[in-house]
């Protein structure tokens, strides 16, 4: 698939809400590196550190699983995620703040050569994760 689907967004947005009441969502997007086939949900949060990353994959998990969406494969999400492609979607949140998402397409992206990126929009004010 060359871009993101409207299904795929759609899927990862509510899937975000939910994850968000776990781990507060700092920024999320989907992207596709120029040189991989494959789209990933990157997320990024304060409260996923090297000590609980399994749990938030398994949350990640559990999320995916109550949902039961077949346009949201847990398997594409993201919970490591470059600091550099951090900074970028918050700049990008922060000069374009629409409550639909960005869109880029092609050229760099924190650096790196995308084919495209989705940014959600900000999910609001954090709520204390339920994990410590």
Sequence with gaps: MDYVSREWIDAGAQFLKEFDQRYPVKVAFWLKEADDPFWYLFIASDHIKDTNLTDAYREVLNVAK???????DPFRVKLQVKPEWIRAAMNIQARFPVKTGTRIQGGTF????VDDVYIYPALGAAVPPSHP
């Design 66 to 72: 109550v949902m039961q969406d077949p346009n949201l």
């Design 110 to 113: 924190g650096g790196y050569g």
